[in-house]
């Protein structure tokens, strides 16, 4: 019964370590900090423009599989990009690069910049672009009073990364 319990414990910690490993940054997220003291920037540091990523909650899904290399999962992401700068951003785009041939279901309210319709499977170890839609171009803040609703873009990206033995 202690090695049937200990297999379990064994299995938990690998899908763990699985599920931590599917989020390690890709090579081009990977350098020596300039600061590790340094505050990461924020919105009222920045003079250009911003840009944002942050990975908000991740989900196993059905089915559910012994072999955490064949686990489906699904995170939902945001990406923000916000025009501080002097000038217009226009026909913005947004680089994103997936590193497990992910699934996107949604990029609201943007879209793929090649005009790909969701679901999208991205290409391994590769960047996929995002534009503005309906609102291609970001204002210049002095321009609008700061009107955040014309600076600034959320992208919700709902992403589903699928296991190697599962078909889309």
Not at 126 to 148: M, N, R, W
Request: net charge negative; charged share 20%; with cysteine.
């Amino acid at each position: 019964m202690g090695s049937l319990e200990s297999c379990n414990h064994l299995r938990r910690i690998l899908v763990f370590v699985s599920f931590l490993l599917l989020f390690h940054p890709s090579r081009s997220q990977r350098g020596t900090p300039a600061d590790a003291s340094a505050p990461a920037p924020s919105a009222l540091d920045c003079n250009g423009v911003l840009l944002t990523y942050d990975f908000q909650r991740g989900q196993r899904l059905r089915p559910f599989v012994q072999d955490p290399n064949e686990q489906a999962w699904a995170f939902t992401a945001t990406a923000t990009i916000l025009n501080s700068g002097a000038a217009d951003l226009d026909a913005w785009e947004l680089l994103i690069g997936f590193r497990h041939r992910e699934i996107l279901v949604s990029a609201s309210p943007a879209v793929l910049t090649d005009g790909s319709p969701f679901p999208y499977s991205t290409p391994n170890d590769s960047a996929t672009s995002f534009s503005g839609h309906p609102k291609p171009d970001l204002k210049y803040p002095i321009e609008v009073a700061g009107d955040l609703s014309q600076i600034g873009m959320e992208e919700v990206a709902r992403i589903g990364t699928v296991g190697s033995g599962l078909k889309f």
